[in-house]
């Protein structure tokens, strides 16, 4: 689902205080948290590249992208993260990303931030963004990151409405200090 207006304010907070010039979404859904993130671009050429599997997801964030006039700073691809990553700098002529932000299948969060670190797109200062750690769960996901030398983390909770109570959640921020020596 998208990341919603209480979390989507950290993830505004990140691109704002980082100023990433190549975001890499991992999950487009439709199209909600890119939107967010391209809002706070400000380099001349920097740009949002969105992973998503499921084509009428893609398609519609293709048109919430263009209905919101940020076609020049999103591109929406229609496909699993694990081919997109591998096709990323040729498809892009990008050589690296700023800032990942990963909302996808959580079982494909810990083996697709693995292939993001052997693409070598990834370097030291790349802002790791990963929401869901709480509900519905990210399996092997925070033990991954937490314990990880290439990783510092900072686990940053939420409470959330829904069905009549609130909800706990959380999203981590990772910030990558590249392979150990």
């Known amino acids: ?32 948290s890119a939107i967010r993130m391209a809002r706070f671009l400000k380099k001349p050429g920097a740009k949002v590249y969105s992973m998503e599997v499921n084509k009428e997801c893609a398609d519609a964030s293709r048109e919430l992208v263009r209905f919101c006039g940020l076609d020049d700073r999103v591109e929406v691809f229609n496909e699993p993260a694990q081919e997109g990553i591998a096709h990323f700098r040729g498809r892009t002529g990008a050589d690296r990303v700023d800032l990942v932000f990963i909302d996808h299948w959580k079982d494909l969060y810990v083996p697709d931030l693995k292939r993001l670190e052997a693409s070598g797109l990834m370097r030291r200062g790349t802002v790791v963004v990963a929401d869901n750690m709480i509900y519905p769960g990210v399996p092997g996901y925070l033990e991954y990151v937490s314990n990880n030398p290439m990783y510092e983390t900072t686990v940053h909770p939420f409470k959330l409405p829904g069905s009549g109570k609130m909800k706990e959640d959380a999203i981590a921020v990772s910030i990558y200090q590249g392979t150990p020596e």
């Open 1 to 32: 689902m998208h990341v919603g207006g209480v979390k989507g304010a950290l993830l505004d907070r990140l691109v704002v205080s980082h100023d990433p010039t190549t975001i890499l979404e991992l999950g487009a859904y439709f199209g909600y």
